[in-house]
T-cell receptor, first 112, second 114 residues
């Protein structure tokens, strides 16, 4: 799996869009970008994933650059409940049954 | 819909005591099952995964073992706990053979070894 780089922490005001960047410059053509988040003392939660097109669901939007070397997770209207550690993971879709590799992620703090 | 249950939620055990953590998935068949550990202030580390009954893969050598004697139940065990076994233990499942690498996590067990 390709390595990812994320900022250690970020702040965002409540009600504003939170934009979380992720660099994955060594991503392969068959690797997807997955985002999970972990609210304090809870298990990680899947948010969204994509290959090369931008994706949107009820939780967030994922913007992947044309060269696929970086991506941005967008929470359009952040709330206090979005305070969590966000993990960007690059992984071949399908692939083996082995587990996910979680890095240190970005600690997003939503300020009231 | 599918649900995943882990218990207990918290556990305090003395050094040298045995451990048994249970994870059960409902609403799906033959899932891939996983145990992760998160030590204080650190990231998640994959401990074991299983693709079926009796099939366990270990990611790191350690004082722990895992077993799967039923399709939707995954047990994490230790014969003698060490201080270093303290942490937040998470169970997860994934649809076997699924195209997407989406794992669903339980609420976790916080283990303190004293």
């Amino acid at each position: 799996d390709a390595k990812t780089t994320q900022p250690t922490s970020m702040d965002c005001a409540e009600g504003r869009a939170a934009n979380l960047p992720c660099n994955h410059s060594t991503i392969s053509g068959n690797e997807y970008v997955y985002w999970y988040r972990q609210i304090h003392s809870q298990g990680p939660q899947y948010i969204i994933h994509g290959l090369k097109n931008n994706e949107t669901n009820e939780m967030a939007s994922l913007i992947i650059t044309e060269d696929r070397k970086s991506s941005t997770l967008i929470l359009p209207h952040a709330t206090l409940r979005d305070t969590a550690v966000y993990y960007c993971i690059v992984r071949v879709s399908g692939g083996g049954a082995d587990g996910l590799t979680f890095g240190k992620g970005t600690h997003l703090i939503i300020q009231p | 819909s599918q649900t995943i249950h882990q218990w207990p939620a918290t556990l305090v055990q003395p050094v040298g005591s045995p451990l048994s953590l249970e994870c059960t998935v409902e609403g799906t068949s033959n899932p891939n099952l996983y145990w992760y550990r998160q030590a204080a202030g650190r990231g998640l580390q994959l401990l074991f995964y299983s693709v079926g009954i009796g099939q366990i893969s270990s990611e790191v050598p350690q004082n722990l073992s895992a077993s799967r004697s039923q399709d939707r139940q995954f047990i994490l065990s230790s014969k003698k706990l060490l201080l270093s076994d303290s942490g937040f233990y998470l169970c997860a499942w994934r649809l076997a053979g699924a195209d997407k690498n989406i794992q669903y996590f339980g609420a976790g067990t916080r283990l303190s070894v004293l």
